[in-house]
């Protein structure tokens, strides 16, 4: 293991040489001989994304290196006790959406990036063109860390929702307490979970136990407290990866945002009459580094989801069912687990990954461009 330590990471130092080999050699090209045609602030901004792009690529082989192959196999030996007792079988079910979501990712990069290319190699020449399509190279391994992450949020998602609907199945096979005759959690629009097949829930198979013991109880204890250790050696692995990862796309969605304003205005030159097919490919580039932020935000917000919903029937079952007082101390010991250990991902302690991330993000995108914009004036 320690042989195949060091191979590999001698192999990050090549790869992360090369990179930045590559990077100074446009980065040079670009300051010499293509500044007369570059409006100033669509120069910096891609100044400091480049330098800044290299530095992300080498901390994600700094983090991959660190958290290697064999405390990835431990990471995922933690998942066999907790589908042992939930009884889930949802491998075929993540892989299928997994290959949905990588084929719809790198058909939209390829097809925005080949267009993008033609169009500005037909107005600026195919060498100057070539110089800055290194940025096409950094917004795929982008797109492939977050996917990375998307995967274990995946994981985790699937197993809460497993657990709910275990504590929703025993919530209805159970007698509801004195004076309590209408049970909402049957209802399809409460807490409801897309079609049920034959018992199944639509994005896992799951063994339905209908009645449990105090020690059954336990052990969902246990799954749940597994899958909050799970989420820490997650954002362990993923926290600062995601947070420099976030960082450069929003340093993407700034200058894409600047130079399909200033593409617009006519101040940025783009060898046609007008800068419109110029600015439809900014655009599509300003889009998808948005479905990347987005989709990542909404996995992460679906398993806060699941956590809320089984905090919400474990109070329906706790209060609207009959159970006896060994049950009741056990459900309301899980109930206090689920409320006491929130499942959060966050971007090494700094910003939780949740709905309003984006809502920050679209206000730096929107001051910061009118503050690259105010170079317009000066030029």
């Known amino acids: 293991m320690q042989v195949n330590d060091v191979k590999y990471k001698d192999y990050i130092q090549e790869i992360s040489t090369i990179l930045a080999c590559i990077n100074m050699l446009t980065l040079y090209y670009k300051l010499t001989f293509v500044n007369?045609?570059?409006?100033?602030?669509?120069?910096?901004?891609?100044?400091?994304?480049?330098?800044?792009?290299?530095?992300?690529?080498?901390?994600?082989?700094?983090?991959?290196y660190k958290y290697g192959a064999e405390m990835c196999f431990e990471y995922i030996k933690q998942y066999a006790f907790i589908d042992g007792f939930l009884g889930t079988d949802f491998y075929n079910s993540i892989r299928r959406r997994l290959i949905k979501i990588m084929i719809f990712y790198l058909f939209m990069w390829l097809l925005n990036s080949s267009f993008d290319y033609f169009i500005w190699a037909n107005g600026f020449g195919f060498t100057v063109t070539t110089a800055y399509s290194i940025a096409y190279i950094y917004i795929l391994i982008k797109i492939l860390t977050n996917l990375d992450l998307t995967v274990n949020v995946m994981q985790v998602e699937c197993r809460l929702r497993a657990l709910a609907e275990i504590v929703k199945d025993c919530s209805s096979a159970t007698e509801s307490a004195p004076g309590m005759n209408e049970?909402?959690?049957?209802?399809?629009?409460?807490y409801h979970e897309g079609s049920r097949e034959s018992g199944k829930p639509k994005f896992l198979s799951i063994s339905i136990?209908?009645?449990?013991?105090?020690?059954?109880?336990?052990?969902?204890?246990?799954c749940y407290l597994l899958l909050t250790e799970q989420v820490t050696f997650i954002n362990k692995m993923y926290g600062m990866r995601i947070l420099m990862n976030s960082l450069s796309l929003l340093i993407d969605l700034v200058r894409f945002t600047n130079l399909t304003v200033l593409l617009f205005i006519?101040?940025?030159?783009?060898?046609y009459a007008h800068g419109y097919y110029n600015a439809i490919t900014t655009i599509w580039r300003t889009m998808t580094c948005i479905v990347v932020i987005t989709s990542l935000v909404d996995h992460c917000e679906r398993v806060y989801k699941q956590r809320e919903r089984i905090i919400c029937l474990l109070d329906h079952l706790i209060i609207n069912k009959n159970l006896d007082e060994p049950l009741l101390s056990a459900f309301s010991e899980l109930r206090a687990l689920v409320q006491s250990r929130a499942i959060n991902f966050h971007m090494a302690h700094f910003i939780r990954?949740?709905?309003?991330?984006l809502v920050s993000i679209a206000s730096v995108v929107v001051t910061y461009t009118i503050i690259l914009l105010q170079s317009v004036n000066n030029n």
């Open 183 to 190: 049970d909402i959690t049957k209802r399809d629009w409460f």
């Open 266 to 271: 006519g101040s940025q030159v783009t060898g």
């Open 209 to 222: 136990v209908s009645c449990l013991d105090r020690q059954q109880v336990r052990r969902l204890s246990r």
């Open 36 to 64: 007369t045609n570059i409006t100033k602030s669509v120069r910096y901004t891609d100044v400091v994304q480049m330098i800044y792009d290299v530095f992300q690529y080498i901390v994600d082989l700094y983090f991959v």
């Open 353 to 357: 990954i949740e709905y309003p991330l």
